[in-house]
């Protein structure tokens, strides 16, 4: 009886742990992907202090201060952040492929799909032993970049193709997200001689940048669309020109006029946000993983600067990426510290973009309609 009464007892811990790790997939998205996204940005930018400069100021010393092992350590991290996420990405597949489905529908949900292959090429640009130049590169590229190219068919295709998915429906600040992934791969693509290839994709993506920037500017019902919690996000609004910068300075092989003029639009997109530091008060009540979303802009726009103080080489210049690297660097590493200790907000009850809630508020609706319609009928 004894046995019995332990075995009865025993089971329903057994649904409950079950349960927790089905919870956990219910409520993980693609949006965590912000993890990896911002930490492999972190590890090119590393690559890029590291690599010996012409710059005579005080870049070089700051630089050497860091030991080489410091960027082997980063990179590890950031490849085993992205392979964790992809690993529970897929297990999401397989139990919850429903919420799949609603992502690529979600108007936010459906940009993150980016970031896995757009980590993945930051991480083949900032790779410790494989070059541009080697065997590897092009077929990683490839393997990276051909998910890019067909989330862009379909993405931009329900732009301009379909009523409810017109960008002026669906236009928020995460859809930078889809342009950067142009020009990550188009400045890969650079690096290991495809110049036309990049040409292609940084065309692209410059095409649709334009238009989503005036999309944005004058402030149409998609722009609307995000709560409070997600502001960070706005950040995405100068990391897409820096990022163009980064793409064409590899294109032409140096940081010609373009490049300024897309550094400096860069610049002001970047002071015009922190100048109105109310706009972030409410996202920043409650840690979550839309905080991610500080990371990676800033560390382009810190990998842009530091392009800018090696060709101008002035004292402004240096000083200006000096100060645009270490805020990068810091405010990395007070996201990793937060997200150490406060791992139990990673994952909260009120994530307004899980599909998977979207799913079952909305197939509520439908059975509550249901119930109505058939109470009708028994009425009449």
């Excluded at 940009?111 to 092009?138: H, T």
């Excluded at 095409?207 to 989503?212: I, P």
């Excluded at 997200?339 to 197939?363: K, M, Q, V, Y």
């Amino acid at each position: 009886m004894e046995t019995d009464g332990q075995n009865e007892n025993a089971k329903p811990h057994q649904v409950n742990n079950d349960t927790l790790r089905l919870s956990l997939l219910t409520k993980f998205h693609a949006g965590y992907f912000r993890i990896s996204f911002a930490l492999c940005g972190q590890a090119l930018l590393w690559k890029t202090l590291s690599v010996p400069s012409t710059n005579g100021h005080v870049f070089q010393p700051f630089v050497h201060v860091v030991p080489s092992t410091a960027f082997i350590l980063l990179w590890s991290l950031a490849l085993l952040s992205l392979i964790t996420l992809c690993l529970l990405y897929v297990a999401r597949c397989v139990t919850r492929f429903e919420s799949v489905c609603a992502e690529f529908q979600h108007h936010v949900g459906m940009n993150y799909l980016f970031a896995p292959w757009i980590s993945g090429l930051l991480l083949l640009q900032s790779a410790p032993f494989l070059g541009p130049r080697d065997v590897g590169y092009p077929f990683l590229w490839w393997v990276l970049s051909l998910p890019i190219i067909a989330l862009d068919i379909k993405i931009y295709g329900q732009w301009f193709t379909q009523g409810k998915k017109f960008l002026s429906m669906v236009a928020n600040p995460t859809s930078h997200i889809s342009v950067i992934g142009n020009l990550v791969s188009a400045r890969a693509a650079a690096e290991m001689g495809g110049r036309e290839s990049a040409l292609c994709l940084f065309a692209v993506g410059m095409v649709h940048y334009a238009v989503l920037l005036v999309t944005l500017y004058q402030r149409f019902l998609g722009n609307d669309s995000l709560p409070a919690m997600m502001r960070p996000v706005f950040f995405l609004f100068f990391a897409a020109p820096s990022m163009a910068s980064l793409a064409w300075c590899s294109i032409v092989s140096s940081f010609d006029t373009s490049c300024k003029m897309l550094f400096f639009l860069s610049l002001f997109l970047f002071a015009s946000l922190v100048s109105r530091p109310t706009l972030f008060r409410r996202s920043m009540r409650r840690f979550s993983v839309a905080w991610w979303a500080y990371s990676f802009p800033l560390t382009v726009l810190a990998l842009a600067a530091t392009e800018y103080a090696q060709e101008v080489k002035g004292e402004i210049a240096t000083l200006l990426m000096l100060i645009l690297s270490v805020l990068s660097v810091i405010v990395t590493l007070i996201l990793m510290l937060l997200t150490a200790i406060r791992t139990n907000d990673l994952l909260p009850h009120d994530d307004p973009f899980n599909c998977s809630l979207i799913i079952h508020r909305s197939g509520k609706r439908k059975s509550n309609v249901i119930k109505s319609v058939n109470k009708f009928c028994v009425q009449v």
